[in-house]
């Protein structure tokens, strides 16, 4: 199914020829293969290559950009009550480790991305401190990816929906950048 969706927008982006950069969101080895194969160069993958270790594989085989990101638990229960000693260091030390891996797989170093997860097992306050001490997460190396955009946490401390979120979204990008994010996912 995920191959069945992904697959016809990936060859369209690669046949419009724009130059732009194409990734794949999967934690699934199969489909970053067949991604891969047809124009993308960043494999996204949000269990920071937990889910299926042959990523690994296929992202040093193959040379492409990874991006290894934070979230406690599964997208099912990673929302149930996450608690952490502190939130900063307890991402900080799973990057590094989830990083070592990556280049013990034969990943080039700079060729890694590292997500913090924003929003992804964390808490309203968990978020805000990683946005404040992000600067800890950049002095990692590696380029930092920020995605806020629209997130429920901004609808909890502005009181908006969903659809009008932008204005704080920029807000928090801008923050994240004054800290050393250097990449942005946006709606």
Do not use: W
Not at 62 to 75: A, D, F, I, S
Not at 83 to 89: A, E, G, K, N, T
Not at 141 to 155: A, D, H, I
């Amino acid at each position: 199914e995920e191959l069945r969706r992904v697959m016809p927008v990936i060859e369209g982006l690669v046949a419009a020829g724009t130059g732009a950069q194409i990734s794949i969101d999967t934690s699934k080895a199969p489909v970053a293969e067949a991604a891969v194969r047809v124009g993308a160069t960043l494999v996204n993958d949000v269990t920071a290559l937990r889910g299926d270790p042959r990523i690994a594989e296929l992202v040093a085989a193959h040379g492409t950009e990874v991006c290894l990101m934070h979230m406690l638990g599964e997208p099912r229960t990673m929302q149930d009550d996450p608690r952490y000693d502190d939130v900063v260091s307890a991402v900080k030390a799973f990057l590094e480790a989830r990083m070592a891996f990556a280049i013990a797989e034969g990943i080039a170093e700079e060729r890694i991305l590292l997500d913090p997860g924003i929003g992804f097992g964390k808490t309203l306050e968990h978020n805000l401190e990683l946005v404040r001490r992000l600067d800890e997460l950049a002095a990692l190396g590696r380029p930092v990816v920020v995605g806020v955009s629209r997130k429920s946490f901004l609808g909890r401390i502005t009181g908006r929906d969903v659809h009008d979120r932008v204005a704080a979204t920029v807000a928090v990008n801008v923050l994240a950048f004054e800290r050393g994010a250097s990449v942005f996912r946006v709606h």
